[in-house]
């Protein structure tokens, strides 16, 4: 049955359906516009989560019914841009949730006013198919004789101070953010890190474990990776450098001034800086450039028990795990001899307890540093490969190129912030905000 009252922590979740039961996405948050009359905000839409993980825009007026279970829509045809907020409108769990407001209701507040907690958005169909936020849901502190903690329901008339601008205000909505965040893979929380204001996503990052925190801004455009380590505190931005892939960092102070980019080194441990000064001699758009220095190493006198459990590392990218490199010592890049390659498959094909020395494939060609961004396609189209070894003149292995770290030069620069033409084949009408 559907329902024209519904609390907005109700709706995260559930499926979001068009009018022939085809599955769209699920509900991840409302989107509200803030007005600045005080009048009840208005409920623009709802934020959906599509099977890819992207979010989408979905006007409120699409929707015909929300019941326990799933949400409908009147039209299976959405638009497929990705979400992006506009000036005056907020996100309800993203922004609004945990908001401190003041409440003025004389059944709960003797005479004045308490500050409270929001803790839920109760949203309503008006006659005009609009729908607005007539109810909040609080948390109170010691009113009367309630027990702390003890949650009440208001009219929206009696909420004060939910303004456009103390949303911006530090501590809104940020446990429930991480809720969503976690399990999410590191692209996809980027995307929904991406989402937010400035000032919620700094609190975001600030509130990450480092290495959670690291995986993440590698999947970020540059500059907005820039902009989060740039607040850090100086040891939490050493520890997040440090827990970044080197070619990650390369990338990220590539782009900055020489002063900007030492300056962001020299936060790093000398050990850690090092591998990527070595990347910054290269020509971003060449192999060196491209390359990890820490692919999978191992010497010749290396098991085949021994390298897969090298390979079976989570750390370790499916593309980097589809080959070991066999080296004379050391096994630190820039390594000893460079003596040829094993692939998995022939690692999964032999007995534990060889060696990879007797299992080398000496034939494969390598990429030298400074082949362009074509070699290295043409190299790994001839080779039917996902990863290929970097040598010098020498012979000796400077690192590895991936097939990500090649799609990363062949995409455009904003291929992270902006929609492909061709993949969106439904659209909504222009203006549907209104």
């Known amino acids: 049955m559907s329902v024209s009252k519904v609390f907005v922590a109700r709706l995260v979740g559930l499926a979001v359906l068009g009018p022939d039961g085809e599955s769209i996405g699920r509900v991840r948050d409302v989107v509200i516009s803030i007005r600045l009359s005080g009048l009840p905000p208005r409920v623009l839409g709802l934020a959906v989560e599509m099977t890819n993980r992207r979010r989408i825009f979905v006007p409120i007026l699409r929707v015909t019914g929300i019941d326990p279970h799933k949400v409908t829509l009147n039209t299976g045809t959405v638009s497929m ?137 590698q999947e970020m455009p540059s500059d907005d990776a820039q902009s989060l380590i740039s607040v850090m505190a100086t040891g939490r931005a050493r520890n997040v450098l440090g827990a970044m892939e080197p070619d990650d960092v390369a990338d990220l102070v590539g782009e900055l001034p020489p002063s900007e980019a030492e300056r962001m080194l020299s936060l790093m441990d000398p050990e850690e800086s090092e591998p990527v000064r070595r990347l910054l001699i290269h020509s ?89 961004v074509e070699s290295v396609t043409r190299y790994f189209a001839t080779y039917n490969l996902v990863c290929g070894p970097v040598v010098d003149e020498d012979s000796h292995l400077l690192g590895a190129v991936s097939v990500d770290d090649l799609l990363d030069e062949i995409l455009p620069d904003d291929w992270r912030e902006t929609d492909s033409e061709s993949g969106e084949p439904l659209h909504l009408a222009a203006g549907d905000r209104r």
């Open 81 to 217: 841009r990705r979400l992006h907020l506009r000036p005056g409108e907020a996100l309800a769990v993203g922004q609004v949730l945990d908001s401190r407001v003041r409440v003025t209701d004389p059944d709960l507040v003797e005479s004045g006013e308490a500050e409270m907690t929001v803790i839920d958005l109760g949203i309503e169909r008006g006659r005009t198919r609009d729908w607005l936020v007539t109810r909040v849901a609080v948390r109170a502190g010691r009113i009367r004789l309630a027990r702390r903690g003890e949650i009440h329901v208001v009219e929206w008339s009696h909420v004060k101070g939910l303004t456009q601008t103390a949303l911006n205000l530090p501590g809104q909505g940020v446990a429930a953010i991480l809720l969503q965040l976690d399990g999410m893979r590191p692209a996809d929380a980027a995307n929904v890190l991406r989402e937010l204001p400035l000032k919620r996503r700094e609190e975001i990052a600030a509130a990450l474990d480092e290495e959670r925190l690291a995986d993440i801004l």
């Open 284 to 372: 971003p758009d060449t192999a060196g450039g491209m390359m990890t220095p820490e692919p999978l190493i191992v010497t010749a006198a290396t098991t085949v028990s021994e390298a897969l459990a090298r390979a079976r590392d989570p750390e370790i990218t499916p593309a980097a795990a589809s080959i070991v490199f066999v080296v004379r010592p050391p096994t630190q890049t820039p390594t000893g001899k460079y003596l040829g390659c094993v692939h998995l498959q022939v690692l999964l094909r032999n007995p534990p307890a060889t060696l990879v020395g007797d299992l080398l494939d000496t034939d494969l060609g390598h990429l030298s540093p400074e082949d362009s």
